[in-house]
């Protein structure tokens, strides 16, 4: 059974940073795309960026591009994504997500081809 577990959430001024990282465990395959998702009341969950093992690809989203940086640690299991210059609109809760199926590069932030997700971990920017 795979198990995502994440970390590093908080609150933060605009302009400040958060590194948050998710820890995989149970996955059969050295093979997966894994992901972090975010998503603020009211709205729809987004992908934020990705990482494919199948490529050693990163996908980031326009909206973040430039400020967040996604990594992975392969000996420790772990995906990290580094965030700066924090905005109010970066406020969310933000999902870790892992899939071991083959997805097209350009539907990277599609939620439906993830099979596994973490519980999430919150994040609240101020102005």
């Known amino acids: 059974q795979v198990q995502l577990v994440e970390s590093g959430g908080g609150s933060v001024q605009a302009g400040g940073s958060l590194r948050l990282s998710c820890v995989a465990s149970?996955?059969?395959?050295?093979?997966?795309?894994m992901g972090w998702f975010r998503q603020a009341p009211g709205k729809e969950r987004e992908g934020v960026a990705a990482f494919s093992t199948h490529t050693g690809n990163t996908y980031v989203a326009d909206s973040v591009k430039g400020r967040f940086t996604i990594s992975q640690d392969g000996a420790k299991n772990t995906l990290s994504l580094q965030m700066n210059s924090l905005k109010p609109e970066d406020t969310a809760m933000y999902y870790c997500?892992?899939?071991?199926?083959?997805?097209?590069?350009?539907?990277?932030?599609?939620?439906?081809?993830?099979?596994?997700w973490g519980q999430g971990t919150q994040v609240t920017v101020s102005s």
């Open positions: 997500a892992l899939t071991q199926r083959v997805v097209p590069r350009d539907k990277w932030y599609a939620e439906t081809y993830f099979d596994y």
């Open positions: 149970g996955y059969t395959s050295s093979l997966y795309l």
